[in-house]
């Protein structure tokens, strides 16, 4: 089943992303997306484009940008999703 | 057709509610006949260690509603081998609920599970 | 159109859960999806009560939920184990602890966790705000 993995705690990265499968997504919220500029990035991973803005950090990330409107179809795209926490 | 249910315990209990209520969700779920799992990685794996006290502190010690998992029909319940060894736990010190596990067969009923649920 | 229902257990005081969770629901709703429940547990409950005085400069998040709710129409529900323990308390409940009052916003009610489980099993998609 295709999930949508959403992580909101930057100390739980390792965790989660073990979890994950070849066709799952993560997206990164919350005090996650500092890790968009720690991490290199892969085709399947988002960082919320709202808490980077909030952040000062949007100028730095090289992740694929997703906003709230986009988080929504993310989760109709994928067949669950999971907050990691 | 049945729903299946995924709950991730990944915190070791009393420093935080998680485990409790995490329970709690799982034995409402298997009252409405869903199928569940509970799967126990990081932490998560001091959950199911014997002789917790937590009494010693006025508090409430759940661990013993882990042993009612498989009168509520959770027969699912695994353990990371892989966490228990990296926090040098042995199986022998758990409570006899779980069934040793690894990550790619807890990962495997993550991706196979209608809902997961953590807290 | 999909139907959603949310599970907030972020503590609205600590954490931004609560946020992401209005904002969450006020893009799916303006994409013209709807919202069965959001259901409230663990520390996710502490935002029904009404007597939640956040300083005037700063946003009302039980206030944001009420009207949401009413306004499109879904359920607030806080469960009521959880709730009690933390001092979320309908009339019923106050009269049968013997308690001197009630402090939920009259948006919210106070359920089981089977409510949970019915918005999980009648609903398209279930996203968790912890």
């Keep these: 089943m295709k999930t949508l993995y959403i992580l909101n705690n930057p100390q739980l990265f390792e965790q989660c992303t073990?979890?994950?499968g070849t066709q799952d997504a993560l997206l990164l919220i919350e005090d996650a997306v500092v890790l968009s500029e720690q991490q290199s990035s892969d085709e399947n991973h988002f960082v919320l484009e709202e808490d980077l803005i909030a952040r000062g950090l949007n100028s730095g990330s090289s992740w694929n940008k997703k906003n709230y409107n986009e988080f929504v179809a993310l989760t109709l795209e994928y067949n669950k999703s999971v907050s990691w926490l | 057709m049945?729903?299946?249910?995924?709950?991730?315990?990944?915190?070791a209990p009393y420093g935080n509610q998680s485990g409790r209520e995490l329970l709690d969700i799982a034995l409402m779920a298997a009252a409405f006949d869903m199928e569940i799992s509970a799967l126990f990685i990081g932490d998560g794996v001091y959950q199911l260690l014997t002789n917790q006290q937590p009494d010693i502190l006025h508090m409430k010690n759940h661990s013993s509603t882990y042993k009612a998992l498989e009168l509520y029909g959770i027969e699912t319940?695994?353990?990371?081998?892989?966490?228990?060894?990296?926090?040098?736990?042995?199986e022998s010190r758990l409570m006899p609920v779980s069934s040793l596990s690894n990550h790619?067969?807890?990962?495997?009923t993550i991706a196979e599970s209608d809902f997961v649920f953590m807290l | 159109?999909?139907?959603?229902?949310?599970?907030?257990?972020?503590?609205?005081?600590?954490?931004?859960?609560?946020?992401?969770?209005?904002?969450?629901?006020?893009?799916?709703?303006?994409?013209?999806?709807?919202?069965?429940?959001?259901?409230?547990?663990?520390?996710?409950?502490?935002?029904?009560?009404?007597?939640?005085?956040?300083?005037?400069d700063e946003y009302n998040l039980t206030k944001?939920?009420?009207?949401?709710?009413?306004?499109?129409?879904?359920?607030?529900?806080?469960?009521?184990?959880v709730a009690m323990k933390r001092g979320i308390i309908n009339a019923t409940e106050a009269d049968r602890n013997a308690l001197t009052g009630e402090n939920i916003d009259p948006a919210f009610e106070i359920s089981g966790l089977g409510q949970l489980t019915e918005a999980m099993l009648e609903s398209d998609r279930l996203v968790t705000f912890g």
Aim: hydrophobic share 45%; proline share 3%; charged share 15%.
């Design chain 2, 77 to 90: 319940v695994l353990v990371s081998s892989e966490d228990l060894e990296q926090r040098r736990l042995s």
């Design chain 1, 18 to 20: 073990l979890a994950m």
């Design chain 3, 1 to 56: 159109m999909a139907t959603f229902s949310l599970l907030v257990t972020a503590n609205p005081h600590s954490s931004q859960g609560q946020f992401s969770a209005i904002q969450f629901a006020k893009t799916l709703l303006h994409q013209g999806h709807v919202i069965k429940r959001v259901f409230f547990y663990a520390d996710g409950v502490l935002v029904a009560s009404r007597l939640n005085c956040p300083p005037s």
């Design chain 2, 2 to 11: 049945s729903k299946s249910l995924a709950i991730i315990f990944n915190k």
């Design chain 3, 64 to 81: 944001t939920w009420a009207k949401l709710a009413i306004t499109h129409d879904f359920e607030l529900t806080a469960c009521v184990t």
């Design chain 2, 104 to 108: 790619k067969q807890i990962n495997k």
